[in-house]
């Protein structure tokens, strides 16, 4: 599951208007308006702007909805018509489709053909070619912590805190809800958490 969340972008548009897109900068004032949205975090909310920005620059009218909510709001706003366009990553596509027990989201190609397909034949709605990125989830700590437990693998970790260690995790509701995320890396690495301590 490691490679189960790569970047890309996900639109809906009509052809027209996603064709024009790729066109050169025109003063057509009617081109849009597109509605832009992303999640709460940071990342979401700069590519959102970084959305913004370019098609600004090319003309079209945008209404910016940076910031809409956590995936299954902004999820809802793009198949209800509130947002045209939003970043998304390909292996959420196991969750909106309810694959998530398919092999196919470990394979980054897979996972965005897979997607790609599926809504555009449910919902109409078009990713477009995938960003060079990978967003796969990670666990970090300090260096002082690795250094003064000798930690240097997950395996490292996980007996650290499975031993009583102290350890302060912070990250998105999504990293710690989501299966892929936390729960996963629980179950890979047996890491046993307190219930209070998240």
Same mark, same amino acid.
């Given at each position: 599951?490691?490679? &189960?969340?790569?970047?890309?972008?996900?639109?809906?548009?009509?052809?027209?208007? !996603?064709?024009?897109?790729?066109?050169?900068?025109?003063?057509?004032?009617?081109?849009?308006?597109?509605?832009?949205?992303?999640?709460?975090?940071?990342?979401?909310?700069? *590519?959102?702007?970084?959305?913004?920005?370019? &098609?600004?620059?090319?003309?079209?009218?945008?209404?910016?909805?940076?910031?809409?909510? #956590?995936?299954?709001?902004?999820?809802?706003?793009?198949?209800? $018509?509130?947002?045209?366009?939003? #970043?998304?990553?390909?292996?959420?596509?196991? !969750?909106?489709?309810?694959?998530?027990?398919?092999?196919?989201?470990?394979?980054?190609?897979? $996972?965005?053909?897979?997607?790609?397909?599926?809504?555009?034949?449910?919902?109409?709605?078009?990713? *477009?070619? /995938?960003? /060079?990125?990978?967003?796969?989830?990670?666990?970090?700590?300090?260096?002082? &912590?690795?250094?003064?437990?000798? &930690?240097?693998?997950?395996?490292?970790?996980?007996?650290?805190?499975?031993?009583?260690?102290?350890?302060?995790?912070?990250?998105?509701?999504? !990293?710690?809800?989501?299966?892929?995320?936390? #729960?996963? !890396?629980?179950?890979?690495?047996? *890491?046993?958490?307190?219930?209070?301590?998240?």
């Amino acid at each position: 599951m490691k490679n &189960l969340l790569r970047f890309f972008v996900i639109i809906i548009i009509a052809s027209l208007i !996603f064709t024009a897109i790729g066109c050169s900068k025109s003063d057509d004032k009617s081109k849009g308006p597109i509605i832009v949205g992303s999640k709460i975090d940071t990342e979401g909310s700069l *590519l959102s702007k970084m959305i913004i920005l370019l &098609l600004r620059e090319n003309g079209f009218e945008v209404g910016d909805k940076s910031g809409t909510g #956590p995936t299954s709001v902004v999820r809802k706003a793009i198949l209800s $018509g509130e947002i045209d366009i939003y #970043p998304e990553y390909t292996g959420n596509g196991a !969750f909106f489709f309810e694959e998530t027990d398919s092999n196919v989201w470990n394979d980054a190609k897979k $996972g965005y053909e897979r997607v790609k397909e599926l809504d555009g034949q449910e919902n109409n709605i078009i990713w *477009l070619t /995938p960003a /060079p990125a990978n967003n796969t989830w990670a666990i970090a700590v300090t260096g002082v &912590l690795a250094e003064t437990e000798k &930690l240097k693998t997950m395996e490292d970790f996980a007996e650290y805190v499975n031993s009583g260690g102290y350890v302060k995790l912070i990250g998105s509701e999504e !990293f710690v809800t989501s299966e892929v995320a936390l #729960p996963a !890396f629980q179950k890979a690495y047996g *890491l046993i958490w307190e219930k209070n301590s998240l």
